[in-house]
C-alpha cells in the first residue's frame, strides 16, 4: 500500500520563476493538504483540498495556489519565487468522515531552493 | 495563536532511557497530535489524543493531555538510537469530516546516544 507520493524530491529554480509541486495521497484517502517547513521550524500550513475545492486556507499569498483532480490528486503551484519561499514542502493526505481521526500521512517532501 | 510549542527544543539521553518531551498550546483544541521527523524529511504519525481523552499507549509510548492546563506529554521508554529524530506536536480545533488544518511548534530534537 504506497503512502504519500511527492515529487519532484529536490528542486532548484531562480528568483521570478513559478513552480509546480505534485502530490498523490495515500490509497484511501480524499483529503489533501499542503505545509510548508521552513529549516529549524515547524511545518506551516498552506491549505486543504477536499472534493477537488480548497477548503481551508493558511496565511499565504495568492502566489500559492493549488488544485485537486478527481483521482484526489494534488499540485501546489507557487508564481513569482521569492528567496523565502526556500524550503521543505510537504503534501499531507487524510480521510474524511469517521476516518479523519487518525492522523495525516505525509509525504517525504519537495526541497524547493530558490536562488 | 493556537500554535503549540515543545519543550525543551533539544534533548539528548544515553539509549535505555526514558525521553519526556512537553507541548503548550494557547486555545480550544480537538484533538492533539505527536509527529516524528527523522533529517528534514517527511513527518510520521505517531499518535493522536482527543480533547475528551487524558491518557493514550502505543508500544513505548505514552502522550498524557491535560486540556485544564493546556499541554501534553509524550514519553518514550527504553530509547533506541534509532529514536533519534524531531518530535512535533500538532493542534487542529476543526471537528468537520475532514481533519483539518494542523498547527506545529517548533519541535524537540531528540538525540539518543548509543
Known amino acids: 500500500d504506497a503512502g504519500v507520493t511527492q515529487s519532484p524530491t529536490h528542486l532548484i529554480k531562480t528568483r521570478g520563476q513559478q513552480v509546480t509541486l505534485r502530490c498523490s495521497p495515500k490509497s484511501g484517502h480524499d483529503t489533501v493538504s499542503w505545509y510548508q517547513q521552513a529549516l529549524g521550524q515547524g511545518p506551516q500550513f498552506i491549505f486543504q483540498y477536499y472534493e477537488e475545492e480548497e477548503r481551508q486556507r493558511g496565511n499565504f499569498p495568492d502566489r500559492f495556489s493549488g488544485h485537486q483532480f478527481p483521482n484526489y490528486s494534488s499540485e501546489l503551484n507557487v508564481n513569482a519565487l521569492l528567496l523565502g519561499d526556500s524550503a521543505l514542502y510537504l503534501c499531507a493526505s487524510s480521510s474524511s468522515g469517521p476516518s479523519a481521526n487518525y492522523g495525516y500521512t505525509f509525504g517525504s517532501g519537495t526541497r524547493l531552493t530558490v536562488v | 495563536s493556537q500554535q503549540g510549542e515543545e519543550d525543551p527544543q533539544a534533548l539528548s539521553i544515553q539509549e535505555g532511557e526514558n525521553a519526556t518531551m512537553n507541548c503548550s498550546y494557547k486555545?480550544?483544541?480537538?484533538?492533539l497530535q505527536w509527529y516524528r521527523q527523522n533529517s528534514g524529511r517527511g513527518l510520521v504519525h505517531l499518535i493522536l489524543i482527543r480533547s475528551n481523552e487524558r491518557e493514550k499507549h502505543s508500544g513505548r509510548l505514552r502522550v498524557t493531555l491535560d486540556t485544564s492546563k493546556k499541554s501534553s506529554s509524550l514519553l518514550i521508554t527504553a530509547s533506541r538510537a534509532a529514536d533519534t529524530a524531531s518530535y512535533f506536536c500538532a493542534t487542529t480545533a476543526d471537528r468537520g469530516s475532514t481533519l483539518g488544518r494542523l498547527y506545529f511548534g517548533r519541535g524537540t530534537q531528540l538525540t539518543v546516544w548509543p
Open positions: 486555545t480550544s483544541i480537538n484533538n
